[in-house]
């Protein structure tokens, strides 16, 4: 599969249910490997936060994100909506520190996007392959998430409130095809006494009974109805015989244990890679979601730093030599690295075709030609130079120089017909023109060569 962005821009406009802020979002286009980025356009300089579990700083009654000092409130419902349209690289403007609720559900974004339609971007569609049953749980809440291997995305939920009114509720999603149909218009819900104690803290500003769900346990006097029914600006609030303020009507029978799936669906989209397998959660919530999450990173990271990269050869590279030219301001016959197929914000992968003609096999050694091991760890910086200099403006205006190089390491020899797949992380961020990695280079598979290297870039004289 190829990865997928939205066709046209699309715009939408509402409150915050908790902060009750007016604002305007617009989703965008993004290009291939960008992922999901949330851009403060009210903001000076315009903040751009990644949708990353890293950056989620809160968890209450919603997920929110902060990166640097921007932050953006609610994002599961539009997060949901977007990895249920299959989309990988999207920017979201906002003018206000929170999602809009719309109608408590993930529908209006889903439909609206429906509408809009995807389009194919030239880069191949990542995932996430769940290899092995994974577990996560909380015994305090007694939450329990653990994900199994599958062949596509699905996720089965069971909550339990010990509530009369709620129930015992499963939620099962066997394909992310039918979440726009089956998922994405389940609203948000709480207890009629967790709604008090949040209005007696001035919470969920942007509240409305027609956009969540409010659970009624017990008898409720016409008193609170009467005051219920001034905050809300209603003329008439009353329970059904269902248990439901307002005789609002459930959507689904199960609606509440869908929306918590759908918040399930939104939280990992945090992940930043689409999952392949199953989920199983019993009693979800935003925290357990969200570290979940992490400690799926954590193990997805490991596994990529562990495998070589998949390079389809047949389409063509992010970069030719020749735009590494106008990247690097290296020549020949001393620029080795031959394309970048792939360049992320902490990343890059680039490969070398190594070839009999190239000079120093003359030498090295005759009869039975080696590529050096300190022209592979070349090769290697030299993709990594063009990570670094990806973040600055006219890079053709620096040079740059290796600083250090550490845990060096040769596990097979490089000869002619080979070719390199190189992949570079960053260990920690660039700063201050510094940029230090660990790289790993890959031949038929297998690992060749790796090492910790430290660059510095540095304005030309």
Known sequence: MKQRTIKNNISFSGVGIHTGAKTNMTLKPAKANSGIRFIRVDLEGNPVIKADVDNVFSTERSTGLKQGNAEINTVEHILAAIVGAEIDNIIIEVDNIEIPILDGSAKDFSDAISTSGTTELNAKRKFFEIKRKITFTDETTGTTLFATPAD??????????????????????????????????????????????????????GGDVNNAIVIVEDKISEEKLSSLATTFKKTDIKVGEDGILNNLKLRHKNEPARHKLLDIIGDLALLGVPIKGKITATKPGHKNNTEFAKYLKDIMKEDIKKTAPEI?????????????????????????????????????????????????????????????????????????????????????????????IDNAKFKRKVVPGDTLVFRLNLISPIRRGLCHMHGKGFVDGKLAVEGDLLAQIALKK
């Open 312 to 404: 389809d050869f047949n389409t063509p590279p992010m970069y030719d030599k020749e735009k590494i030219k106008s990247i690097l301001p290296h020549r020949d016959p001393f620029l080795f690295i031959d394309e970048i197929r792939e360049l992320g914000e902490d990343y890059i992968i680039g490969t070398k075709s190594v070839t009999a003609d190239e000079d120093y096999f003359r030498g090295h050694f005759p009869g039975e030609p080696v590529m050096p091991g300190v022209l592979q760890l070349e090769t290697m910086a030299q993709a990594g130079g063009v990570l670094i200099l990806s973040t600055v403006e006219n890079p053709e205006d620096y040079l740059t120089f290796f600083m250090k």
């Open 152 to 205: 596509e995305y699905q996720i089965d939920v069971e909550i339990d409130y010990n509530s009369q009114t709620l129930g015992v509720q499963n939620a099962n999603l066997n394909t992310i095809s039918d979440f726009n149909s089956e998922f994405a218009s389940s609203r948000t819900f709480c207890f009629l006494h967790e709604l008090e104690l949040l209005l007696s803290n001035n919470l969920i500003k």
